[in-house]
């Protein structure tokens, strides 16, 4: 079992930055694949980030692409999210979530990950 905790939500005026952390439980930090999914009010759980542990490699939704960067801190089994330039529209429960030993082109898709945290809130202001 993984246990995911994140940290960072906040509220934030349009064009601001905030980074979002997510601590692993798991023993190894170095295979499978790491996500960033967020929920706003009335809408589905949508793809954000994701990173492919083993070899580092990113991958995001194109809403968010060049504002945001997702990476990942292995002796600290965390990974992060910075985002910037931030919209109101980026405004969410942002979640973060965990399939370990596995990378395929899946990354995308919630229904494939394992393990979730319980989510942190992100507000950005016009």
């Known amino acids: 079992q993984v246990q995911l905790v994140e940290s960072g939500g906040g509220l934030v005026q349009a064009g601001g930055s905030l980074r979002l952390s997510c601590a692993a439980s798991?023993?190894?930090?170095?295979?499978?694949?790491m996500g960033w999914f967020r929920q706003a009010p009335g809408k589905e759980r949508e793809f954000v980030a994701a990173i492919r542990l083993s070899r580092g490699s990113t991958y995001y939704a194109d809403s968010v692409k060049g504002r945001f960067t997702i990476s990942r801190d292995n002796a600290k089994n965390t990974v992060y999210l910075q985002m910037n330039s931030l919209k109101p529209e980026d405004t969410a429960v942002y979640y973060c979530a965990d399939r370990p030993n596995v990378f395929d082109e899946n990354y995308s898709y919630s229904g494939k990950y394992d393990y979730w945290g319980v989510g942190t809130q992100v507000t950005v202001s016009s």
């Open positions: 798991r023993r190894t930090f170095s295979s499978g694949t």
